[in-house]
């Protein structure tokens, strides 16, 4: 492929204002593949990149259904079955008292499903990654903010691509190698 | 920056947006300014010397807990009828000051309250060592603590299962839910930010080690927008969970017989109450911590007078929790309550709960007046004598319950030992010397957040 080298190519703007119009430009002149960094979220970008939305809600609903159940599950089997006991003539199965431990579970489950399922979703832990070889790209997470186009997109064209950027108003366009 | 220039008047959000962060700021100089703390400013010879203070400290309570595996519980004043007291009291006294930091992180973050920015981070920190100093007190209390997993549900080769219907095992899991979800909190808060000290840091040790915990954090728009998905769900699970344990440590209490425990009032006046604590707590560090670091930008008078104003109203909920327990000893007409009430009052213990009623209920009032709330130096130490007082109330309510209960034949008293203050102020020092080691090597507030304030920060042209 005529791009083997290249990741992409990397335009610098000053505020997140250019980079949202930059990423509506860059996708109405038909550009999918490609990504924006920034220092701080922005809720605008989103949807100006066409994301999709993350599965991440459904992933918390199910931790917190399955830490409840096994929460549940734990005392309903060890003061029932494993090992009754009689404490001051309550049912075995007391599930008033069994709300509350069940209640924590729920709450660590889906707490754990929230953090795990977004690292895992980004794909984190990943120390390495082309964007890092970007001239400046250190800035990403300082004060300045990156459109990249990636060479994976069939629009993309070395020269064109980098002549499409430039009109976008940038700071400077970079190579990314990869 | 002098802190009359930042209070404008409360307006839309951008006016808002502004009082909090002192003009002039742009994402550079917020980035720069938190992570120079870190990252380039010298270590400081009142750091060294904080620090050496509060390590010795720690070190005296390492030589509390070795002498106490060694002797047994024997070494603290505790006795038959008082069998909880300094422990429990300072289990309580911890753990609620950690709850200030879950509630500036997650619930004033569902409630969109800008202000709390700033100080989350730190905050959340104080809230992790909190509950560890928290924790540590009903291990050791156990009397022998290599046993203390058996509070978990761990098969063993006893075929034994905890007791599900008692409160304590509901603590247990309440307080190990609440530390795990502090600390995914707290960590998830500090990846953005770890990527940027990984970025800007001038050594290459500090670069692999940022590195490592940044994940390999690159600001992507989708992993944005997962995480701020990943950061809501976790503030949205961390409000009930914060409630709810405050709820299980009154439940220790209220769900037991005994006079001056048995009330109904106890979940929502313990929450109120630790609350409370927490923010008496966050102004004890912060006011020093902000003239020290010089972050009066970022930590505004607007900060601290609304800061002072939730302890205001927390402290009126806990006011009004003394007088129903007063109040419902005597309306209750039973025999036993009123005595409680009356012993707490003109027992041996009456100073304890006099100091609490003056320094919890009406010293705090002071805080009605706006001069006081602005004035630094008098809320400083408005919120040691708070501190104080909810230390006081937790005492109150444990020892003088438990030494005279139904039986006169039973009664007797309480007074700690040698060991017991010292495992309280060692505690005291495992605490600092955490939070030293904190503001040291972790930005103490978080910069990602602190650029979302900077005016230029919001998108402008297209409508969203």
Redesign the interface.
């Given at each position: 492929m005529e791009h083997a080298q290249t990741y992409g190519l990397v335009a610098e703007f000053e505020s997140p204002t250019a980079l949202v119009q930059a990423a509506h430009k860059a996708r109405e002149a038909g550009f999918r593949k490609m990504d924006a960094y920034s220092p701080m979220p922005i809720e605008e970008l989103h949807e100006a990149l066409g994301l999709p939305q993350t599965k991440l809600p459904f992933i918390v609903l199910c931790g917190g259904a399955i830490g409840a159940l096994a929460g549940y599950g734990l005392e309903y089997w060890a003061s029932t079955i494993a090992y009754p006991f009689n404490i001051g003539g309550r049912p075995l199965h007391s599930w008033p008292s069994f709300i509350v431990p069940a209640f924590e579970t729920t709450i660590l489950f889906s707490a754990l499903a929230a953090v795990l399922g977004m690292i895992l979703l980004n794909g984190l832990p990943m120390p390495y990654h082309p964007v890092f070889n970007a001239k400046r790209f250190a800035m990403a997470s300082r004060d300045r903010f990156f459109l990249c186009i990636e060479s994976g997109d069939p629009k993309f064209h070395q020269t064109e691509t980098r002549r499409f950027l430039e009109s976008l108003g940038p700071r400077e366009v970079n190579d990314v190698e990869r | 920056m002098s802190d009359t220039a930042v209070t404008t008047p409360a307006g839309g959000g951008r006016e808002q947006q502004a009082a909090y962060l002192a003009p002039g700021h742009?994402?550079?100089t917020v980035?720069?300014k938190i992570s120079s703390i870190v990252l380039t400013q010298k270590i400081s010879l009142g750091w060294l010397l904080s620090l050496g203070v509060s390590a010795s400290l720690a070190g005296l309570l390492f030589v509390s807990v070795g002498y106490l595996f060694v002797k047994g519980i024997g070494i603290w004043g505790n006795n038959i009828p008082v069998g909880w007291a300094f422990d429990i009291t300072n289990f309580v006294w911890w753990i609620g000051i950690g709850h200030a930091g879950t509630l500036i992180s997650a619930i004033l973050l569902l409630l969109r309250q800008q202000w709390r920015t700033s100080i989350n981070r730190f905050a959340e920190a104080m809230t992790l060592f909190a509950v560890a100093c928290a924790g540590m007190f009903p291990l050791i209390h156990v009397g022998r603590p290599w046993l203390a997993y058996w509070l978990m549900?761990i098969p063993n080769t006893m075929?034994?299962?905890?007791?599900?219907?008692s409160?304590l095992?509901?603590d247990v899991?309440?307080v190990s839910?609440y530390a795990?979800?502090s600390l995914?909190?707290w960590?998830?808060g500090l990846i953005?930010d770890l990527?940027?000290l990984?970025?800007?840091t001038p050594s290459k040790l500090g670069r692999v080690i940022y590195?490592?915990f940044a994940?390999?954090?690159?600001?992507?728009?989708?992993?944005?927008?997962?995480?701020?998905?990943?950061y809501l769900?976790?503030a949205g699970?961390?409000t009930?969970?914060v409630v709810?344990v405050h709820t299980?440590v009154s439940?220790d209490f209220a769900v037991s017989v005994v006079p001056g425990w048995h009330t109904t009032v106890f979940p929502p006046y313990f929450v109120a109450g630790a609350i409370y604590s927490g923010f008496a707590m966050v102004l004890t560090l912060s006011i020093p911590i902000r003239a020290i670091y010089g972050l009066q930008d970022f930590i505004t008078m607007k900060h601290l007078n609304v800061m002072a104003k939730v302890m205001l109203a927390t402290g009126l909920i806990v006011a009004y929790g003394y007088s129903i327990e007063a109040f419902m000893a005597w309306y209750s007409g039973n025999h036993y309550e009123r005595f409680m009430m009356l012993n707490r009052m003109t027992g041996p213990y009456w100073w304890a709960y006099w100091g609490l009623i003056l320094t919890n209920v009406l010293i705090p009032q002071l805080l009605w007046f706006k001069r006081c709330r602005t004035n630094v130096v008098v809320l400083w130490c408005l919120s040691i004598v708070i501190n104080v007082g909810m230390w006081l109330e937790r005492f109150v309510i444990i020892v003088t319950s438990l030494h005279r209960d139904f039986l006169p034949s039973s009664w007797g008293m309480y007074s700690p030992s040698f060991w017991d203050w010292a495992t309280y102020i060692g505690t005291i020092g495992l605490f600092l010397t955490l939070l030293l080691l904190f503001l040291r090597f972790l930005p103490m507030i978080s910069i990602?957040?602190m650029?979302?304030m900077v005016p230029?920060?919001?998108?402008?042209?297209?409508k969203?």
């Open positions: - | 742009s994402f550079s980035t720069d549900p075929g034994m299962w905890p007791q599900f219907r409160p095992i509901w899991f309440a839910t795990t979800v995914l909190f960590y998830v953005p990527a940027t990984r970025d800007r590195g490592i994940l390999g954090w690159r600001g992507s728009a989708m992993h944005w927008h997962r995480y701020e998905t990943a769900l976790l699970l961390a009930p969970l709810s299980v439940f990602f957040e650029r979302t230029a920060a919001r998108v402008e042209g297209r969203h």
